[in-house]
């Protein structure tokens, strides 16, 4: 077979070998005259092609290969090696169908969250600014304000941790169907505190250092900066669950903490009641972040686990000494400190740890907070309401209920 016409030399940085079929019965000629008659067609190309029954199959270009995008990825699986040995990271083709549901715990949590849906717009906050202009201290003030501008900016980083990361990674449904719905409920945790700061801050100068403050409060930055390194980490899936475990368990508990201890006196009705709301959804995070770490397989070391807890508690003792100036009535840095350490302790014991602080809780009347609410649902709209018929989903299967009048009796 004769080559095709081509200049016998050619620079050898333009020639780029693509295709090497070698000569032999597993591989017809046609095979590779198929292949060639396909990438020409593919790149109208000068081209040569040679052969011979003791060489191989080549086929050169004259100009260099054209570079190919990349794939992007499908599945959002992380690299790890070791994360592909988890049942929640590994690659699952039926991410996309919700049904069957796998792990039954994770669906109930997901029905939870589904039933204590709420919007800002419930939230009355007609008699918050008469208690803020006329009952607040000053010191009061500057506690809730550090407060709110917290928890103004950290739903936001919460937000871009779940789309950005933990819904790519995670591959079950179920999961990301809580996920879904915790980022829609952040956004309406940051919705209502924005506007708590909007209500309750005149000044257009302070509103702006506060909606900033990320930026220009010091204790909030370092929070914040501490939350959004996980987020860009390359540590592994375990240690990061751990980290935003820590966000919505340890960060947050100080705030709220001093948010019911407004709501023990009697003060901000509308802040007190969006607090039971968004207090009870962070819970549910929380305690759905600990169902997690219990269904991996490869989970951190004791020690690993009290690094990330301690380096917690330690950035978040500083923003109550910081937000907590002067000692309130009842309330304190150091009783915030303990209360804090008691926190942290109550999410080893949820993770399946030791406890690291063995302190008890200062604030007896925080106790309350975790029991069920009494609340006539007619008086008032209740923190601990639920979207009727969504948990009564979970008894009986889904069976369909009838109320009737035709019985006999």
């Given at each position: ?106 669906w109930e949590m997901y029905k939870k969250a589904e039933a ?9 906050l007609s008699q918050d600014l008469r208690h803020w202009d ?276």
């Amino acid at each position: 077979m004769k080559s095709a016409s081509f200049p016998a030399r050619l620079p050898r940085q333009f020639k780029t070998k693509i295709l090497n079929f070698p000569n032999s019965p597993s591989r017809p000629i046609s095979h590779a005259n198929l292949s060639i008659n396909f990438f020409q067609s593919l790149f109208p190309l000068r081209a040569i092609k040679s052969y011979s029954r003791t060489s191989s199959f080549n086929f050169y270009f004259s100009f260099p290969f054209p570079k190919m995008p990349s794939l992007p990825i499908s599945n959002g699986v992380a690299d790890n090696r070791d994360e592909q040995e988890e049942p929640l990271l590994a690659p699952n083709p039926d991410r996309f169908c919700m049904f069957p549901i796998r792990y039954p715990q994770i669906w109930e949590m997901y029905k939870k969250a589904e039933a204590s849906f709420w919007t800002a717009e419930e939230v009355d906050l007609s008699q918050d600014l008469r208690h803020w202009d006329q009952s607040l201290t000053p010191d009061e003030r500057h506690f809730v304000t550090h407060v709110l501008a917290f928890f103004a900016a950290s739903d936001g980083i919460v937000l871009e941790n779940l789309a950005g990361r933990f819904m790519r990674e995670v591959q079950l449904p179920e999961a990301r169907a809580f996920y879904g719905f915790q980022i829609a409920i952040e956004n309406i945790h940051s919705e209502m505190y924005s506007l708590l700061l909007e209500t309750y801050i005149k000044d257009s100068r302070e509103k702006s250092h506060l909606f900033h403050a990320i930026e220009t409060v010091p204790c909030v930055a370092r929070k914040a900066q501490w939350a959004l390194r996980w987020i860009d980490a390359s540590n592994s899936f375990a240690e990061r669950i751990l980290a935003f475990a820590c966000v919505e368990g340890i960060f947050f508990s100080g705030s709220f903490c001093a948010i019911f201890w407004l709501k023990k006196r009697g003060l901000m009705p509308g802040l007190t009641f969006s607090n039971e709301l968004i207090s009870r959804d962070e819970g549910l995070h929380c305690d759905f972040a600990c169902l997690l770490y219990s269904l991996l397989n490869n989970k951190l070391s004791e020690d690993r686990v009290r690094e990330i807890v301690s380096d917690a508690v330690d950035i978040e003792r500083e923003f109550v000494c910081d937000a907590l100036p002067c000692a309130l009535v009842g309330m304190n840095a150091d009783l915030m400190s303990q209360y804090i350490e008691f926190v942290a302790d109550r999410l080893l014991g949820a993770l399946g740890y030791a406890k690291m602080y063995e302190v008890s809780n200062p604030f007896d009347w925080m106790e309350l907070i975790s029991l069920q609410g009494k609340t006539n649902f007619f008086e008032k709209r209740v923190g601990e309401y639920q979207k009727a018929s969504v948990m009564s989903s979970l008894n009986g299967n889904g069976a369909i209920h009838e109320f009737k009048l035709d019985e006999d009796f």
